[in-house]
């Protein structure tokens, strides 16, 4: 069972900066897929990006250019860097480990969540 703890949310203007941590315990998150979601009040959650144990990353057209996420296996944790913050990112951001995989006669899949750290940019 892995534990995804989230830090670093807080406020800034518009503009500013922000890297979001996630850290994990209970196993190690080499071979899942790490991302992160967001949820606005009154939306769904939402994909933000996400980086594979082949670190192929991928983003929500959104936040392409002004974002990125890396993965630091010793450490056991992921982050999301985000520049160039706009008031529409403002959201709770949860951390993300995805594993799935076939083998003879079977298959595994592993989801787990982190309780989410709030964002907020003010304009």
């Known amino acids: 069972q892995v534990q995804l703890v989230e830090s670093g949310g807080g406020s800034v203007q518009a503009g500013g900066s922000l890297r979001l941590s996630c850290a994990a315990s209970?196993?190690?998150?080499?071979?899942?897929?790490m991302g992160w979601f967001r949820q606005a009040p009154g939306k769904e959650r939402e994909f933000v990006a996400q980086i594979t144990w082949l670190t192929t990353v991928y983003y929500v057209d959104s936040v392409k250019g002004r974002f990125t996420i890396s993965r630091d296996n010793v450490k056991n944790t992921v982050y999301l860097r985000m520049d160039s913050l706009r008031p529409e990112d403002t959201a709770v951001y949860y951390c993300?480990?995805?594993?799935?995989?076939?083998?003879?006669?079977?298959?595994?899949?592993?989801?787990?969540w982190g309780q989410g750290t709030q964002v907020t940019v003010s304009s």
């Open positions: 993300n480990a995805y594993y799935y995989a076939v083998y003879d006669g079977g298959e595994k899949e592993s989801d787990y």
């Open positions: 209970g196993g190690t998150i080499s071979p899942y897929a």
